[in-house]
């Protein structure tokens, strides 16, 4: 935490003044600083939620294997224009993240906020093994390797599906829009291809900086993973064993090895959200640092970041890859299969920006060309736009969350 504290002290210098951009601030003043945070640091979704005067709901759904999810809902706000007859909006998040992402920004700027104010019925996801959902019916013990092996295959053919059924089950609603952002577009196609019936229970997809093939990506965490990912056992040990949160040698030593010398990089290198996905310094709005690096990372799986290793590394969209005779057993063949784009049939719209480190552009022309029901692909007009811009950026209502809302209301409000 410390570190994190040092690092909002470091960008508010930057911001406020060029020119004192290298003041060395003291332990007073970092104090002073962090005092100013809000309780939203600290509070949870739902806390959230009703501190800014909506309806907070929390739900349990149970997967097939075992996992307790915790979801969050918002209901459509009763002022909103037609709410009986929106239907209902699925938000699932990205790696270590949780339904968090959707609202700390706060009303007019938070997606969840902005979906129940447009009449629409928000349901916040949270995968298996983030702080919502760290549960399970016979486990016991979550820092165990039982509980955490598992990637976002597990998460995507278990978690959402249960999710889904469970708030069409709740609603009487038919289909949902599902709204994915990184980890939750890839864990969509994994449930859509495999678990085709569910392309029926969808109205409309959008993958908001999708992830499925990453043979162009610029995340130095991955990037690093990726060289070394045939020694699992190695990079187990060095990024955490089963849940992934990186130790202070390991994000040092990627810092140092792909972050320039600007402090700002460096200082946000010492987060691992940051490690993963970058940022977009113009559109981060600094004041926030503080409530995220309360939200984020809210857990995952080393496994799931070992999978993504692997995509890097194959240039294939698969199964996570086990040894010869592991796969043999489990899928039938000595090489891990891959999933099957062109299965899903649910309309897809896919949302990217120019400078996002894990879902570089290439890679996501590839992947649309192979979906089933591909719709639209819109680029994000700001060529600085990167992957946490969908959630945190100071334009992202603008530039993002107006063109998703138009789009429902010309095309899917029926």
């Known amino acids: ?89 699925f938000l699932m998040h990205g790696t270590v993240c949780s339904s968090a992402d959707f609202v700390i920004m706060g009303p007019g700027k938070g997606f969840a906020y902005i979906l129940a104010d447009a009449g629409y019925d928000v349901w916040l996801g949270n995968a298996r093994g983030n702080k919502y959902s760290r549960n399970h019916t016979t486990l016991t013990n979550f820092t165990g390797p039982d509980f955490w092996y598992f990637d976002w295959h597990e998460i995507g053919y278990y ?36 678990r085709p019936e569910y392309n029926d229970k969808i109205k409309v997809m959008f993958s908001l900086a999708p992830v499925a093939y990453m043979t162009n990506l610029k995340s130095p965490v991955l990037q690093f993973a990726a060289k070394f990912e ?58 926030m640092l503080p409530t995220i690096f309360g939200h984020t990372p809210a857990g995952a799986s080393t496994r799931q970041i070992v999978h993504y290793a692997q995509e890097v590394r194959s240039g294939k969209f698969g199964y996570y890859d086990q040894d010869m005779i ?42 649309y060309t192979e979906l089933g029901n591909p719709i639209e692909m819109y680029r994000v007009p700001d060529e600085n736009w990167n992957h946490v811009d969908y959630l945190w950026g100071i334009t992202a209502k603008e530039l993002v969350y107006d063109h998703v809302i138009s789009t429902i209301e010309a095309n899917y409000s029926d």
């Open 230 to 287: 045939s020694y699992l056992t190695d990079l187990f040990e060095l990024i955490g064993e089963y849940e992934f949160f990186p130790n202070g040698d390991f994000v040092t030593e990627i810092g140092s090895t792909y972050c320039d010398d600007d402090a700002l990089t460096q200082y946000l290198c010492s987060n691992a959200l940051f490690l993963l996905v970058g940022f977009d310094k113009a559109n981060l709005n600094i004041t």
């Open 1 to 89: 935490m410390k570190l994190q504290l040092i690092l909002v002290v470091a960008l508010v210098g930057s911001a406020i003044a060029d020119d004192d951009a290298e003041k060395v601030w003291t332990e007073d003043e970092v104090e002073a600083l962090m005092a100013t945070a809000t309780s939203d640091v600290n509070a949870t979704v739902p806390e959230l939620i009703a501190q800014n005067g909506y309806t907070a709901e929390i739900h349990y759904v149970t997967t097939e294997d075992g996992y307790i999810l915790q979801m969050h809902r918002i209901p459509a706000t009763p002022t909103s224009p037609a709410s009986d007859d929106k239907p209902v909006v």
């Open 159 to 194: 978690d959402q599906p249960a999710m889904i059924d469970y708030a069409l089950e709740v609603t009487g609603q038919e289909k949902v829009i599902f709204i994915g952002h990184s980890q939750g577009t890839t864990t969509f196609y994994v449930m859509a291809s495999l």
């Open 326 to 367: 592991s796969n043999l057993y489990k899928y039938g063949s000595i090489e891990a299969p891959n999933y099957n784009l062109s299965a899903i049939t649910a309309p897809v719209h896919v949302i990217y920006g120019a400078n996002d480190y894990m879902s570089a552009v290439e890679d996501v022309e590839k992947h």
